[in-house]
Nanobody, 128 residues
Framework: EVQLVESGGDLVQAGGSLRLSCAAS????????IGWFRQAPGKEREGVSC????????YYADSVQGRFTLSRDNAKNTVYLQMNNLKPEDTAVFYC?????????????????????WGQGTQVTVSS
């Protein structure tokens, strides 16, 4: 069974850091394009970052560029999203998602409909 499990969400003050984890089971993450999305209350789910399955090309939304870093640990079959200098506007439920297709171009945001497998989400709350 294919599963993605996110963890690492928490309540943090503005300027703080969190590292989100996305652990996969039932498939090898390195063979898949991975996307990180977030959804704030009353807003649509937006693509934050992704990494391509073929060439590890990576995309970051303008709102997180320079603050967030996506990385893989193939030995642990886990992808991470390191989030630094967090802002109140980063408050959202964060989701990781996977697709076998090489969907991440590096210059265009990931779209939810492109991804086949989803985790349950982890809450990130940034206080001012």
């Amino acid at each position: 069974e294919v599963q993605l499990v996110e963890s690492g969400g928490d309540l943090v003050q503005a300027g703080g850091s969190l590292r989100l984890s996305c652990a996969a089971s039932g498939f090898t993450l390195d063979d898949y394009t991975i996307g990180w999305f977030r959804q704030a209350p009353g807003k649509e789910r937006e693509g934050v970052s992704c990494i391509n399955s073929l060439d590890d090309d990576t995309y970051y939304a303008d709102s997180v560029q320079g603050r967030f870093t996506l990385s893989r640990d193939n030995a642990k079959n886990t992808v991470y999203l390191q989030m630094n200098n967090l802002k109140p506007e980063d408050t959202a439920v964060f989701y990781c998602a996977a697709t076998a297709r090489p969907m991440c171009s590096g210059y265009a945001p990931p779209w939810p409909y492109e991804y086949d497998y989803w985790g349950q989400g982890t809450q990130v709350t940034v206080s001012s």
